[in-house]
């Protein structure tokens, strides 16, 4: 086979290398992935060069990816500089009196009598797991968002979880992850357990993940006997 695509014993023909995955040499059985922090939608990829690095302020746990939707932003009230990064660790909180927006490569002072607590992504406002009632800057009133559903400082609403996500308590600001192996298409879930494993002989190294599609099949001439597994060494 050609550089960029592969067989397995006994196949009649050579298959391209799917997006998210690249192989460089000839005569190979299987495609290399990109890593984490990155992302490919090259079909028949020849070089890990296609995979495209995560931009500032976003971050990619998976590997293989094929979308740079799988590029996570950072969470508001925090920034990162760093490109192709492959966790949450690179998203630093804003400084006092400082805030962000989802994704932001830097804080931005707040305006001139205004302020706002490390870590914020709006001045003078409610805070996070909170949603405001009220617009006069004197008398309004926050209240806690309920389980299922999360708010940023200065949000007039509380927010449901998006699918593969949950949040069991109140008064949050962000929703936590289904874990690897598993996916979930619940929107506002206020637990785990909507977090559905991949079944066996599939896998996924993917977190937050919404889509069945993220369950990865394992490669001919191998099996799975694991329900949600998180990497192919099953």
């Known amino acids: 086979c050609d550089r960029g695509s592969v067989a397995q014993a006994g196949d009649l023909e050579c298959s391209s290398c799917v997006a ?3 192989q460089s040499d000839k005569g190979k059985g299987t495609c290399q992935p990109c890593q984490a922090g990155t992302w490919s939608d090259t079909v ?3 070089s890990s060069l296609d995979c ?3 931009g500032q302020g976003t971050y990619s746990t998976a590997t293989r990816a094929s979308l740079i939707s799988t590029c996570n932003a950072c969470p508001p009230g925090s920034k990162s500089t760093i490109l192709g990064a492959t966790n949450s660790t690179v998203c630093l909180p804003c400084e006092l009196g400082k805030m962000s927006k989802a994704g932001a490569k830097d804080c931005l002072k707040c305006p001139h009598g205004r302020t706002s607590p490390p870590g914020s992504a709006v001045c003078s406002t409610c805070n996070t797991g909170t949603r405001q009632v009220g617009i006069d800057a004197n008398s309004f009133t926050c209240i806690k968002c309920n389980g299922g559903s999360v708010s940023q400082a200065g949000d007039t609403e509380c927010l449901p979880c998006v699918a ?17 192996g598993t996916w979930s ?11 559905k494993a991949c ?4 896998y996924s190294t993917a977190i937050g993940a919404s889509n069945i599609n993220t369950c990865n099949r394992c490669p001919p001439g191998s099996k799975g006997t694991k329900n949600g597994a998180s990497n192919s060494n099953v």
């Open 52 to 54: 495209k690095k995560c």
């Open 164 to 180: 593969g996500l949950y949040q069991p308590n109140t008064g949050q600001g962000t929703c936590q992850p289904c874990e690897a």
């Open 185 to 195: 298409d619940r929107i506002g879930s206020l637990s785990s357990l909507d977090c």
């Open 199 to 202: 079944g066996k002989g599939r």
């Open 44 to 46: 028949g990829s020849v």
């Open 20 to 22: 998210g995955l690249y």
